[in-house]
Structure formats: structure tokens, C-alpha cells
């Protein structure tokens, strides 16, 4: 019999905008707006930001919006009665204007229900300059929605943006019409899409009842998702939130996995390295109490490939993985958030693996599993990998590519999570 799949350790922003590095951890309603003053924000939904890139899937990063109109579809894992939204123009150049902006209950595709959707403002005024580098969140706008429903997040661009900081691989449609049509009900203007989100990197609510602390899912692609079914929300994080509900132990759980991402250095392609990027991805969020830490893949197997978006691809030595990871549990636990240290899946017959890679994790996944440093363990190596042979995936859970599950693998990858260690 396999050992246990997890062994525990021993252990507004309104008229102003600021950078994404001074966010809140927990922010209060203004006056006048649709929460009270001193309105406590839970996470309902989030993204991480990055610069604007080609590849994978064709996306509008590169060219960003001129009179036009960009509708995204993001499910919850936190309801409420009031919701706000935040805005990154981490990568800009040039200073944001958002013309106009509102939210409303997805119907399907990019249709919205009839009778709920919301004209956003930010400090009451119903467009807002984003500067660059940094962020604005909106005011409460009052629209309920309960766990595990959708909003549609409507941007309208009526003047030039240049290239948009986005998040590429989102496992979702995004929608664009001509013109102006923030208030459209039906979704008959937008007739172009792509998988990636534009400039949106949080949904807040308040209102909900009974809330526990989030967790994040912190990692690169397997946590974002790659492989998993579009518009489907079967990435482990999701599969996730709902097994924390059906326990009668809801919480929100985001998801800030970027593809590609590496732990110890900075991507053109894939993001801010995770040390980086871990404060405004994890620490600043509201209410964080966890973080699932899934990461290493890319910086032990990038340097055993000679790809142009495989760059920085230094030789990384495990100890370095090791030092990585040493660095975020300290700073999470700094903030009285615990962390649970993920190994790294089997990935035999991927373009990467060699025998070099291959040592690094078995010693990365040694290191995991015995330190005692992570909180917990989710021995997620264990229980993806084939029942013939360790360093492979299980063919069941292999979207094909020998690295990324498919949605029954991060199902599997779910299930394995205590939630006690939560």
C-alpha cells in the first residue's frame, strides 16, 4: 500500500490608485458607496497579472483596445450581496483610462441576467485613469451572487490602451465587441474572444455569511490549469473550493498559478518569479490563512530545453529550489499563514525530462516530504504518478503532454488535499 497522499509537518483605492505591491490585505468601503463604511472584503475571484506576451493561443495583450468593449466571465468561490472589482495596469506604459465599466450575473456566453447588471464607479465617477503601474479598485456595487456562481465583468476602452496587462492562459472565453456596450444585456456585439483576461485581477464581495479564511493556490501551470477543459472550472483550485463546500467547510480558494512561472527567476513570457510576485499573489489578498505551494517543474526543466520562451533557463540545483521555498514559507509564515508544500508530479516522457531533471525532484519531493518545514504535505508525486512506473503520470490522469493532467487528474489532485490541514 502507498504511503498517505498527505503527511503534516512540524510545524477606494477610488480616485487614488496605487501599486499592486501597497494593496491591503483587507480594504474599507468609502462612504456613499453600496457597503456601509467599514465593510469588511472577502476574495471572491483572482488572477495574477502579466506582462503583455505572444504564444499559446492567439490573445489581444500585444495590441490592447481602442473603442471597444472587453467582457469577462470569472466564477466565484466566495458569494455576497455586494461586489467590487480591482484593475491592474501593473505592465502599462501609459496611464489607463476605463471609459466605463459594469458587472452583472453571467447568463451564458457573453449574456448577463436580465435585471442585474450594475454600472461600476470608482470614487462615484463612472470612468477612472489607471497609472501605470498601478492598480484601482472600484466602488460596492449591490449585485448577490452565492458561491460557484459567474459574474460578467464589463470594460469599455473608448481611447487607445497600447499593450494590456493581462493574465494569458485562463481557461475561459473573454469576449470583444466594437464600440461601446458595457450595458448590453445579450452578448450579439461580441463577436470575437480569446481564453486570457485583460486587466482584471480581483472580484471582492462582502455580505456573505459564515466565512473562513481563503486559501491560495500558489504555482505555474498545473495549478493554472493547463490541460483542464475550457470554461469548465476543473483546475484543482476549483475542485478544491467545491470539495471545502460539500465538507460544510466553505471558503474562498484562489487560484494564482501562472503557466510557465518559475520559483527563482523573472519570465518575459511567464510572469514575476515567485518571490516576486508572492506578495501581491498571496500575502495582500483578503483573509489568506493558507497557501498550497506547487512549484520548482519549470526552473529544474527549462535549462534541459532550448526553447526561445524557455529563457532564463539557468542550470538550477535543488538546494536552490530548497532555498526558494524556504524563503516563501518564512515570509507566509511572518503573516500567520500557513503553507502546505506540494511535490512535484512525475513528468517522464515530457520534453524536459532527463535523467539531470528527474534527480532534482526526486530530491526537491525528498526534502518536501521529510523536512518538517511546510506545515503540511500534499503528496500530490504520489497520487498522479502510474501504477508501472514512479516517474510517469498515470496515463488516466495524462492530458497527453506527460506533464499536465487532464480534469480527472486535478480532480485526483484535489481529493488529495487535507482539508484539515487547510
Known sequence: MRPSALRVGASLLALTAVTAASASASATARPGTAARPGT???????????????????????????DQTVR???R?????TAARIRLSNLYGTEPLRIAGATIARTASGASVEAGSLRRLTFGHRGAVTVPAGGEAASDAAPVRVAPFESLTVTLYFAEPTGPATFHAQAYAKSYRAEGDHGADRTGAAFTAGTHSWYYLSDVEVTGGTGRRGS???????????????????????DLLAERLAAAGTPRPVLNSGIGGNLLLHDSPWYGDRAGARFRR??????GVRSVILLQGLNDIGFSEVDLPTYKPNPQVSAEQVIAGYRELIARAHARGIRVVGATILPFKGAEYHTARSEAKRAAINEWTRTSGEFDAVADFAEVMASPSDPLALDPAYDSGDHKHPNDAGYRRMAEAIDLDAL
Not at 488572477?47 to 481602442?66: C, D, I, K, L, M
Open 40 to 66: 469588511t472584503w472577502a476574495a471572491g475571484w483572482a488572477a495574477p497579472v502579466q506582462r503583455p506576451s505572444e504564444g499559446f493561443e492567439e490573445n489581444w495583450a500585444s495590441t490592447g483596445f481602442a
Open 72 to 74: 469577462q466571465v470569472v
Open 76 to 80: 466565484v468561490t466566495g458569494g455576497g
Open 215 to 237: 486559501v491560495v493556490a500558489f504555482g505555474d501551470s498545473i495549478t493554472d490549469g493547463f490541460g483542464s477543459s475550457y470554461d469548465a472550472n476543473s483546475r484543482w483550485p
Open 281 to 286: 499573489d498571496v500575502l495582500d489578498k483578503p
